[in-house]
């Protein structure tokens, strides 16, 4: 069975610079204040999602396994 | 009761360049999205309000050199028109002066090379570049922190990032140092600045040619991948190059002289960075970000009418949001005006913000730190050699002119 993973954007840190939502766009979708949320971590692969998140310029998206808790990025 | 002073509008006077915080301050308390009838232009000076401004970048464009026919201001020599026109299509070209969708395929080329993670790599160069400026420093006993230390440390990354050969050095810093005059304010400065746009296309088009056929990790190479892919013509190519050696080289001096000098004006500051430089010199990057910001204003033209808190924009207009004075706003900030680098979480807008949020900042904050742990380290009695500081007349950029310490 394929890892699930569980996504979260802080919302302290992120900019909206939207390149998460051009990478995994089922992910990512910008809210009303234009940052980003995690709404589907399961709308795109894990390696895309990752993607994204080594993509985001100020590191505000946090990828953990779903089931052990385990940090993925960063 | 103090009666209400009224706001002039010349945003270069002597006291507006010397300490922007009071005027625009005053502009963000009163009067936040200010009409100056001076320069014709909408003046934003709330943290709210840029940031809302930045992130809906369908309202307001980047393509201001493209899509503003107005003169230049602060005012050139009327001889230097052409010249003017020159700069404009030079400008046009750089990939942050383009709206979505071009925008984000420009982008795309470039991002993966300035993530946090790919930045991460740099961090041993420099460190080794700022090791090797500051036993110069030592060996003297002395330093200007500008034309010694954080003149040529962005330069020396920088000529690294595009695989320029050792000896071209000083003449790429020389190029460098003729582009700072897009933020100055002098009448003449069309000539110099020219002059280093066309010297680095010169420099930088056969090192594309070459790129081309033998590409490399460098980031010459990435924009000729660009080139290839259709994404940019050649004239964006150089253009580009020339823009991460200004965007990357002004930006990285104002942040190490005014981080620098802060820390002088706050000894008690300085204090708890020099017990620990590992453990805080990263919370205290972002606050000489946000305290002195590098950068003190940006550029945007409307691109269709917009209703601001009942002030109406209208299409085409040319506007100024101001870093310097939404990172001083006391709703985001609790006490804005204190210098303070325990702060956190601190949501600065030094970089901006949105989809234009500069590419460079992971750069940036990576030399910043490492700049402020080793002056910490080195030099813990750090003081000015000078009683007057002077910054360059610009609209854009907070840089000082020069920055004179010693140690004991």
Not at chain 1, 30 to 54: C, F, H, M, W
Not at chain 2, 141 to 160: C, E, H, K, N, Y
Not at chain 2, 353 to 361: R, V
Request: aromatic share 8%; glycine share 4%.
């Amino acid at each position: 069975m394929a890892r699930t993973v569980r996504v979260t954007v802080d919302h302290n840190v992120c900019v909206g610079n939207a390149m998460c939502e051009t990478i995994a766009p089922k992910v990512f979708v910008l809210n009303a204040n234009r940052q980003s949320e995690a709404v589907d971590p399961a709308g795109d692969t894990v390696e895309k999602i990752l993607d994204a998140a080594e993509n985001c310029p100020v590191s505000a998206i946090i990828v953990e396994d779903a089931e052990t808790g385990e940090r993925l990025f960063p | 009761m103090m009666a209400t002073r009224t706001m002039h509008d010349d945003m270069f006077t002597p006291d507006v360049i010397a300490d922007p915080y009071t005027y625009y301050g005053q502009l963000r308390e009163e009067d936040p999205i200010h009409w100056n009838e001076k320069y014709q232009l909408w003046v934003v000076t709330s943290y709210d309000d840029v940031v809302w401004l930045t992130r809906h970048h369908e309202l307001f464009s980047s393509a201001v050199f493209k899509n503003d026919p107005r003169p230049a201001y602060p005012d050139i020599n009327e001889s230097d028109l052409g010249l003017y026109e020159y700069v404009r299509q030079y400008q046009a070209d750089q990939f942050i002066q383009h709206d979505r969708p071009e925008h984000l395929e420009m982008r795309k080329v470039v991002h993966g090379y300035f993530t946090p993670k790919s930045t991460e790599a740099w961090r041993p160069f420099v460190q080794s570049a700022i090791n090797d400026l500051l036993d110069a420093a030592e060996a003297k006993g002395s330093m200007d922190v500008m034309r010694d230390f954080a003149t040529p440390l962005p330069v020396l990354v920088i000529a690294q990032m595009m695989g320029v050969p050792r000896q071209d050095r000083p003449y790429v810093r020389h190029l460098a140092e003729k582009l700072l005059n897009i933020g100055r304010g002098e009448l003449d400065r069309m000539k110099p600045l020219t002059e280093g746009m066309q010297g680095m296309i010169d420099y930088v088009s056969p090192l594309v040619d070459e790129r081309l056929v033998n590409p490399g990790d460098d980031f010459i190479s990435v924009l000729a991948q660009g080139e290839k892919a259709g994404v940019f013509t050649r004239h964006q190519v150089l253009v580009n190059a020339s823009l991460l050696l200004l965007a990357g080289h002004e930006t990285t001096i104002n942040l190490l002289c005014n981080g620098t000098l802060a820390f002088i004006r706050h000894p008690e500051q300085w204090e708890i960075l020099t017990q620990d430089p590992a453990s805080w010199t990263v919370r205290a990057t972002e606050e000489c970000l946000r305290y002195d910001a590098p950068v003190k204003s940006i550029q945007r033209i409307t691109s269709q009418d917009v209703d601001i808190r009942g002030k109406l924009l209208r299409q085409n207009d040319r506007i100024r949001w101001f870093i310097s004075s939404a990172n001083r706003d006391p709703k985001p900030f609790a006490d804005p005006d204190r210098f303070d680098i325990s702060r956190h979480p601190n949501p600065h807008v030094a970089f901006g913000s949105g989809i234009h949020h500069c590419l460079g900042a992971s750069l940036a904050r990576l030399e910043g730190q490492e700049a402020f742990k080793a002056l910490a380290e080195r030099f813990p009695t750090l003081h000015l050699a000078t009683d007057e500081l002077e910054y360059q007349p610009s609209i854009t950029f907070r840089s000082l002119k020069s920055l004179p310490v010693t140690w004991n």
